[in-house]
């Protein structure tokens, strides 16, 4: 990341099932983005273990000239590069031109990112360490970056529903793209105001760009701006609510990196002041001193798959909707039903390798009386559904089907309801 833009912004059993992930515990680290002599090329990948506060050595060189990358789409070594005029940069290395944006996709053991000033979604195997490009679709689709860095992408994370998001500095884009087989982005538009923010927007370069996000296991997704202003944005609407600025940062710290900890806080690194790392607790919006042991690197920033535990969750937690429940595999493994009995009026169905599109899923009695028809929109392998039967439906056996565009039933199984 340059000066420039620092100054700007920067089951059959007991299982534990989180929305994007199953058997997940909670990580007790986080990747970063940091520079190699404590400068400000955000070019090296480290990771931050968040028990006793050190940092790994460089795991991924992002500016080795000598990168080889794979289509994200056909796997194929890539073997030609576009270098775009007068950036004065080389996009062969993963993380040329510096990384400000980046996410963990647990589940499919990726690390998602995109360089500041080209536009295109890459990711990391964290198997092999190979990196991968999206070259069959533009990210954010303003590939030329605007003086005021307004479209530049610095804010990246794996939402619960398994989407990744990213925004723009300037909030006027929420991009959205699919972390399965097929890596759909979308422009979901703008993000707006909340009439309650008394005047703080979004969209304001002094108090509002750069940063980093972290999601919720409700739904949300917070922005913490480099100025340590914090929104929470709900996805579906895109309303971008004012949350208050953080207490006890040094008048010196942006806040450029965020990740949840496994005791709940937020993290947040600074690619401005060294030697400073915090945690926050989102509730009062305190910061209280993080201590690194070893050499403290600058980050521009962070990431790892704990979403925050928000309190006022409405859907499935996890241990209501697992414990002690039993997996339904019907249409030859094409889905997943648990629990199945359902002991809570509400049960989950897990997609495993039907195509991406349109499907509706039915829930009928044994007399043949519709209970629920539900439409799904499939994006990937192993997308969760959450079913709601009315809390007044009955005890007893109960059919689910689902169709696809056409009405033509691609699975069926037997729900017994407790």
């Known amino acids: 990341m340059r000066k420039s833009l620092l100054s700007f912004s920067l089951l059959a059993g007991t299982v534990i099932f989180s929305?994007?992930?199953?058997?997940?515990?909670?990580?007790?680290?986080?990747?970063?983005?940091?520079?190699?002599?404590?400068?400000?090329?955000?070019?090296?990948?480290?990771?931050?273990?968040?028990?006793?506060?050190?940092?790994?050595?460089?795991?991924?060189?992002?500016?080795?000239?000598?990168?080889?990358?794979?289509?994200?789409?056909?796997?194929q070594e890539i073997t030609s590069y576009v270098n775009p005029k007068g950036m004065g940069f080389n996009t062969q290395p993963a993380f040329s031109s510096g990384?400000?944006?980046?996410?963990?996709?647990?589940?499919?053991?990726?690390?998602?990112?995109?360089?500041?000033?080209?536009?295109?979604?890459?990711?990391?195997?964290?198997?092999?360490?190979?990196?991968?490009?999206?070259?069959?679709?533009?990210?954010?689709?303003?590939?030329?970056?605007?003086?005021?860095?307004?479209?530049?992408?610095?804010?990246?994370?794996?939402?619960?529903?398994?989407?990744?998001?990213?925004?723009?500095?300037?909030g006027t884009q929420l991009l959205r793209f699919g972390t399965g087989k097929k890596l759909l982005i979308e422009d979901l538009g703008s993000l707006v105001d909340d009439q309650a923010n008394n005047g703080v927007s979004i969209h304001n370069s002094c108090s509002s760009y750069g940063g980093d996000v972290i999601a919720d296991d409700d739904g949300s997704i917070y922005i913490?701006?480099?100025?340590?202003?914090?929104f929470k944005i709900n996805t579906e609407s895109k309303v971008a609510k004012y949350l208050g600025t953080i207490n006890g940062l040094p008048v010196?710290?942006?806040?450029?990196?965020?990740a949840v900890t496994a005791d709940n806080k937020i993290i947040v690194s600074s690619a401005m002041a060294s030697g400073s790392y915090f945690t926050v607790d989102l509730k009062s919006l305190t910061a209280t001193p993080y201590i690194i042991s070893g050499t403290v690197w600058q980050s521009s920033d962070l990431?790892?798959?704990?979403?925050?535990?928000?309190?006022?969750?409405?859907?499935?937690?996890?241990?209501e909707l697992m414990k002690g429940a039993t997996v339904t595999?019907?249409?030859?493994?094409?889905?997943?039903?648990?629990?199945?009995?359902?002991?809570?009026?509400?049960f989950a169905i897990q997609f495993n390798s039907l195509e991406a599109g349109s499907y509706t899923v039915y829930v009928t009695d044994v007399m043949g009386?519709?209970?629920?028809?539900?439409?799904?929109?499939?994006?990937?392998?192993?997308?969760?559904?959450?079913?709601?039967?009315d809390p007044s439906a009955s005890k007893g056996i109960y059919l689910v089907s689902v169709t696809d565009e056409k009405r033509k039933s691609v699975f069926s199984t037997k729900l017994v309801v407790q």
């Open 19 to 75: 929305f994007y992930s199953s058997a997940q515990v909670a990580d007790k680290f986080a990747y970063a983005v940091t520079d190699m002599q404590q400068g400000y090329n955000w070019n090296y990948l480290r990771k931050l273990n968040l028990q006793n506060g050190t940092f790994s050595d460089v795991i991924l060189n992002g500016a080795d000239l000598k990168q080889v990358a794979y289509d994200a789409a056909t796997k």
């Open 329 to 346: 595999n019907v249409g030859d493994g094409k889905a997943s039903l648990y629990p199945n009995p359902v002991i809570n009026n509400q």
């Open 303 to 319: 990431a790892n798959s704990n979403l925050y535990l928000s309190g006022n969750k409405t859907s499935v937690t996890p241990v």
């Open 224 to 230: 913490f701006t480099a100025r340590n202003y914090v």
């Open 99 to 170: 990384v400000a944006a980046m996410a963990l996709d647990i589940k499919n053991n990726r690390l998602y990112f995109t360089p500041m000033f080209i536009d295109q979604l890459r990711y990391v195997d964290l198997k092999t360490m190979k990196a991968y490009y999206v070259t069959d679709q533009d990210f954010s689709g303003r590939p030329q970056k605007s003086p005021d860095q307004g479209n530049i992408i610095t804010r990246m994370v794996i939402a619960s529903d398994g989407y990744g998001y990213a925004v723009t500095n300037d």
């Open 252 to 258: 010196t710290f942006t806040t450029n990196g965020a």
């Open 369 to 389: 009386r519709q209970l629920v028809q539900q439409a799904v929109n499939l994006s990937g392998d192993n997308q969760i559904q959450v079913i709601k039967l």
